[in-house]
């Protein structure tokens, strides 16, 4: 049996939404990212998705989902959105605005409603890890999940190509 964790804002979001999803723990290690997570799970990097806090040259918040092993162009992402430009906000300020520890951000259950954009090719995986809330702890989802409870959610193409 998997060790207990205790609820996280995420989570008690998305059993107020009933989605089912499962627990999984690991190891956290600063500065580890998806590639570890991936490791310590046992899946490929592609289906551990990041959420990353992100701004637009106004400075308003919103969220990017990512594929673990890809990075994000933000020049794409702006051109699509219509913004000027975006950029990664920095820990304290990604912490203020989602209200989550940087390693342990969730798309769900933030303390500021922001728009999430998510890369549109994880929507076609048939399961994802995902952030719960906490650093060391990733819920597995359904990725259509994100589409029913993510009333904000849009999708869009922001890989950078490899």
Known sequence: ?????SETPATQFLKKHG???SEHPYDYEDH???AVSARELGAPEHVVIKTLVMQDE???PLIVLMHGDRKVSTKNLARQIGCKS?????????QRHSGYQVGGTSPFGTRKAMPVYVEE???ALDKIYINGGRRGYLVAIAPAVLQAVLPALQSVHCALDE
Do not use: D, Q, R, W
């Open 1 to 5: 049996m998997a060790k207990h964790i």
């Open 19 to 21: 989605v089912v999803f």
């Open 32 to 34: 580890g990212g998806t």
């Open 58 to 60: 106004g400075a308003k």
């Open 86 to 94: 975006i950029a990664p906000c920095t820990p304290e300020v990604a």
């Open 121 to 123: 090719s994880i929507l």
